[in-house]
């Protein structure tokens, strides 16, 4: 059971990126999925989260408006697009996921047990 995390990079204050998420050893169709990210000096937050099996969507509020979480193009992976991006997006985000879970809401509001390895999302000003 696996997530791999894609996409992050440098872009400067304004702009825009996707990251990717791809699960192995597990379907997408049932667990909830979502993405947390951590920025420096702080802990882990909740970004986005989806429920595989009824694509119903949870941000928390003070995400609400510039990231949005899909299914991927691809099957078995979970996307989210991030505009409009500020200084203080710079974290890493994680992947994560729970089999036992089908909510969006709880999802983000836990502890997922399965996380990604992260990928470094730098936002300059």
């Keep these: 059971v696996q997530l791999q995390a894609s996409g992050g990079g440098l872009v400067q204050a304004g702009g825009s990126l996707r990251l990717s998420c791809a699960a192995s050893g597990f379907t997408l169709n049932r667990p909830a999925t979502g993405w ?3 920025a ?6 909740a970004v986005a989260c989806l429920s595989t099996n009824n694509d119903i969507y949870y941000y928390p509020d003070s995400m609400k408006g510039r990231f949005t979480i899909t299914r991927g193009a691809t099957k078995n992976t979970v996307d989210l697009q991030m505009d409009n991006l500020t200084p203080d997006d710079t974290a890493v985000y994680y992947c994560t996921a729970d089999l036992g879970q089908s909510s969006s809401y709880a999802l983000c509001h836990s502890r997922p047990p399965i996380w990604g390895q992260g990928t470094q ?3 300059s000003s």
């Design 121 to 123: 999302v730098t936002v």
């Design 40 to 45: 420096p000096g702080k802990g882990r937050e």
């Design 36 to 38: 947390f990210r951590q």
